[in-house]
């Protein structure tokens, strides 16, 4: 009877430390289903930052690209500019050889 009795102690002895592992287990979960929580969160908000610094990159890029061909474009006004500024120069020379 005796070691029925001491069994039946260390059974409930058992059966309270299982318990309390599961209470500290069950609030160890709970604490990492907070924190997934709270990464999720942080995930989405520089899931939206890398969006919106792609939509800035892309807009950067082409206004770039709209820089480099007015550059471009501007680039021929001006040589056609040079060729009709020595036309000019020529025809004046020309003109003033001429009441020379």
């Known amino acids: 009877l005796l070691k029925l009795q001491a069994a039946e102690d260390e059974n409930v002895s058992i059966g309270r ?53 007015k550059q471009n474009d501007l680039s021929s006004e001006l040589e056609s500019t040079k060729i009709n500024n020595a036309s000019l120069s020529q025809r004046l020379n020309d003109i003033q050889g001429t009441y020379n």
Do not use: G, P, V, Y
């Open 17 to 69: 430390s299982m318990s309390k592992k599961l209470n500290e287990s069950s609030f160890a979960i709970e604490a990492l289903n907070t924190e997934k929580s709270r990464l999720a969160e942080k995930l989405d908000e520089i899931e939206k930052l890398n969006k919106k610094l792609e939509d800035t990159n892309s807009s950067h890029d082409l206004t770039i690209c709209s820089l480099i061909e």
